[in-house]
């Protein structure tokens, strides 16, 4: 059985439902995760599921977490989007539905050329152990 928007106003704070849910973003360079640069993993903040590493993280200056690669590419799904005029491909997590933010073909710094530019709010963060 798939959670309900009652549930997930139960589980997600005002602001997490709003991005996760709702598909709103956080205002850039306000995300706690934006200069976190200890070692670990990334999951979705609405079911858990491991999506970055920190390997892959970068600081893209955009004013939000940014990852060049994601942990497995099965746990995302990428859809067109053209809600704010311009088309750009969301970023949904495979499991649950919620959306993480947008991906860009605009980092020829990173390896990939990519920059998932992915809200703190949509996500939690486990250190690795030392």
């Not at 709702?22 to 670990?40: D, I, M, R, V, Y």
């Not at 893209?60 to 859809?79: I, T």
Request: net charge neutral.
């Amino acid at each position: 059985m798939s959670a309900t928007s009652q549930d997930w106003k139960a589980k997600l704070t005002k602001e997490q439902y709003a991005v996760l849910r709702q598909k709103g973003t956080e205002a850039p360079f306000t995300g706690t995760l934006l200069h976190n640069e200890a070692s670990g993993m990334y999951s979705c903040a609405a079911c858990g599921t491991e999506i970055f590493s920190s390997e892959h993280k970068f600081d893209s200056g955009s004013g939000w977490p940014s990852f060049y690669d994601v942990k497995n590419s099965s746990k995302l799904e990428l859809k067109d989007d053209s809600s704010m005029g311009a088309t750009r491909t969301e970023v949904v997590c495979a499991t649950c539905g919620s959306h993480l933010g947008h991906v860009f073909n605009d980092a020829p710094q990173t390896p990939t050329g990519q920059r998932y530019c992915i809200n703190s709010v949509a996500l939690n963060f486990k250190e690795k152990a030392a």
